[in-house]
């Protein structure tokens, strides 16, 4: 018998749905569903596999565990030395996210594009104010960087706005219809200064740390509106704020941050950038739980039956 141990939120016909996913497999499969709160290392003894949430710490004492499944896309801390075992194999839920956080990139490339955080404030002092618009979309330059899930979900809406659209990937990847162009991150100088709105949904790691810094800023288009929704850690924090600050680009709409919950930064006062709390998607919201939940039970099926499980995160690579 192998204990399966999730700790992802789901309802009674999930349950079913997960316990048919198990019938019939390689193997005697025990679900045993758990609050990740309460998970304790006496849990990770017996578990062969977990789907959901689990403290890194805790990792260590899973001298059984075959799978880890994660509710989200990022993985940077089971990654760190000691965490995992080299047999364990680590599946993300990248593909779940990707609509709603592309909306949430659409709202912020639109509200910095508008001026719509200015004219709030305008509205909250009852000043009746032309601002005017910085960008309009049809027609805009715009580079995304990271071209999978979600960004390929971002470029798709732009190009239907009517935006010419160039996607940056980290390897070379072939180029889908709502990319005009395609590259690899070693091109990103070729193409940053003639960018109007520049996308960022890279994962973290040594790859991408900084990959937009001080350089990068400066060959940057006067006004060019910066999205980021990826990692904290791909943009140089004081090399934003200085380009912000001297008016050499035109704003930048931020979901994640270098360091996390955002502390005192001269960020939150800045009329030209929109702060939002790492929540362009989060499990939390139904949508993407169900989506979450899908792609788990998709992989669940996968395990038991000894079929390849989709979404393995190369760990070399960090994604």
Known sequence: ????????????????????????????????????????????????????????????????????????????????????????????????????????????????????????????AHIWQLLGRKNVLYGSNVLVMGTGDIGSQYAMRMKAMGAYVIGISRTAKKKQEYFDEQYTVGSMDHVLGRADIIAMALPGGKGTYHIIGESQMKQMKEGAIIINVGRGSTIDTAALINALQK????????????????????????????????????????????????????????????KELLHVVDRSAGY
Request: contains cysteine; aromatic residues 6%; hydrophobic residues 40%.
């Open 1 to 124: 018998m192998k204990n399966i141990l999730v700790t992802l939120p789901v309802g009674m016909d999930e349950k079913i749905q997960m316990q048919n996913a198990v019938r019939d497999g390689n193997e005697n499969y025990q679900l045993v569903y758990r609050k990740d709160s309460s998970v304790d290392a006496r849990d990770m003894k017996s578990a062969s596999a977990i789907i959901g949430m689990i403290s890194p710490s805790l990792l260590e004492s899973a001298d059984s565990l075959e799978w880890l499944q994660l509710a989200w896309a990022g993985v940077e801390p089971y990654l760190q030395s000691g965490v995992l075992q080299e047999k364990t194999i680590l599946t993300n839920a990248s593909g779940a996210y990707g609509i709603a956080v592309a909306e949430h990139m659409m709202a912020l490339t639109l509200a910095l594009s508008c001026s719509l955080n200015r004219y709030i404030e305008q509205q909250k």
């Open 247 to 306: 008016g050499a680009i035109g704003g930048a709409g931020l979901d994640v941050f270098e360091n996390e919950p955002l502390q005192d930064s001269r960020l939150w006062d800045m009329e030209n950038v929109i702060i939002t709390p790492h929540v362009a998607g989060k499990l939390e919201d139904e949508f993407n739980r169900k989506r979450v939940v899908a792609l788990c039970i998709d992989n669940l099926y996968r395990y038991s039956h000894g």
